[in-house]
């Protein structure tokens, strides 16, 4: 692909696992200090964006990376996987950039995973979302998402998840 102007989504590749950890970590620095702390903070990102880890998650049938460039800038990336129940996709990760919020690349990504679920066969995207993450719940419900339940989920070392399980149904016309 040449050129570097305008937006591109693309997967993440090998070679880009540390800019996307990088990328990960200002995030949630901005985002998830108040909300859950340094320590939790600490110990997800290492959980789960540790080289290694990624690279392993690169290499699956089942598990996406992608990734949002603008004038080849690398402003967010989502993360999903194959759902727990048949038909469903689960969305893993979704974040951009603290500077770029709000302009719909964050749209643009979930877009692009819906369009990567409905390829894959499934009819609902499903994602976890913290409880008190307010901006990250309105996104979602202007999205199109709605709050299935909520769940509660023990991820180790002395850390929960307290989170709502949103879904989104899938439409073969809808185009987000
Ligand atoms: C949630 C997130 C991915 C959305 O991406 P985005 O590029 O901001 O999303 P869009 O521009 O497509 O949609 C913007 C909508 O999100 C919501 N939103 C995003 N940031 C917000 C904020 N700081 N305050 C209130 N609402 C906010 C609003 O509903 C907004 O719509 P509006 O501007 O018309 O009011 C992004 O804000 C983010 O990375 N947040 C921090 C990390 C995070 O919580 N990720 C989700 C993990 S489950």
Not at 34 to 61: N, T
Request: charged content about 25%.
């Amino acid at each position: 692909m040449s050129g570097n102007i305008g937006v591109e989504i693309r997967a993440v590749r090998a070679d880009e696992v540390e800019a996307i950890g990088a990328l990960a970590r200002v995030i949630w620095q901005a985002a998830y200090l108040d909300m859950i702390g340094q320590g939790q903070i600490d110990y997800m990102l290492a959980q789960r964006y540790g080289a290694e880890r990624m690279r392993e998650e690169l290499a699956r049938p089942d598990i996406w990376w992608r990734q949002i460039l603008v004038d080849g800038q690398r402003l967010g990336f989502y993360a999903c996987q194959t759902g727990e129940k048949p038909g469903e996709l689960k969305l893993d990760k979704l974040y951009v950039h603290p500077g770029h919020q709000r302009r719909g690349l964050g749209g643009r990504l979930l877009a692009h995973a819906s369009e990567l679920a409905r390829g894959q066969g499934c009819h609902t995207l499903v994602l976890a979302v913290h409880k008190g993450n307010a901006p990250a719940i309105a996104a979602y419900k202007k999205h199109g998402f709605a709050i299935r339940e909520p769940i509660y989920i023990d991820i180790g070392g002395g850390y929960v998840m307290d989170d709502y399980l949103m879904e989104k149904r899938l439409t073969a016309e809808a185009r987000d």
